[in-house]
């Protein structure tokens, strides 16, 4: 949990990784932040006509989002977001959505394992996802991908095997990410 203020009003760039129904007009949305990690938001009104929200809950954008903390939950309210860097996930091609799904789903696994606040696991995914949208996917580039996530976190060892007891699990979309670039080759950021 973020704190135990309830009702403060928080900013950060945030990169959306899933987003589920939740309601009629309301979406559950999974974010990697810079400044707090992983977070989960309820976006009401997200699915309406209306939503405030549009252009700003697309999966793998960068955004800066506000929400409000809560001390009885860990699900915030989304208040705002707002695209920074568009996201061109209609444009990718099924191998680099597999890739960027790979990427934020790992991502994702190593957060709870560090502090709150991860910048460098932001960073790299930041840097992974704009890989993707001007360059195809690769199995150079997954296993780039893992390399400096290691690198980052501060971590040793042969991949995946690092990540995996890292972790104490890899994420499924491993293996459909490596099933999918078997046969490609190249690339790298």
Known sequence: MLGSTSGQLERTAAILIRKTPFSETTLFCTWISEQYGRIKTSARGARSFRSPFQ?????FCEVEI???RSWKS?????KESHAT???VVGKFSYSNFVLAAYFSELAEAVLPVLDESAPEVFDLLRVG???LQRSPASLYALTKFESNLCQRIGIGG?????LEH???YLPRSRAAAFHVLHARRGGAF
């Open 74 to 78: 860990d699900l915030y309210p989304l």
């Open 129 to 131: 996802l704009r890989y």
């Open 66 to 68: 506000c929400f409000e």
């Open 158 to 162: 042969p991949l995946p095997e690092a």
């Open 85 to 87: 860097f568009p996201s």
């Open 166 to 168: 890292y972790c104490g």
């Open 55 to 59: 252009g700003g809950l697309e999966l």
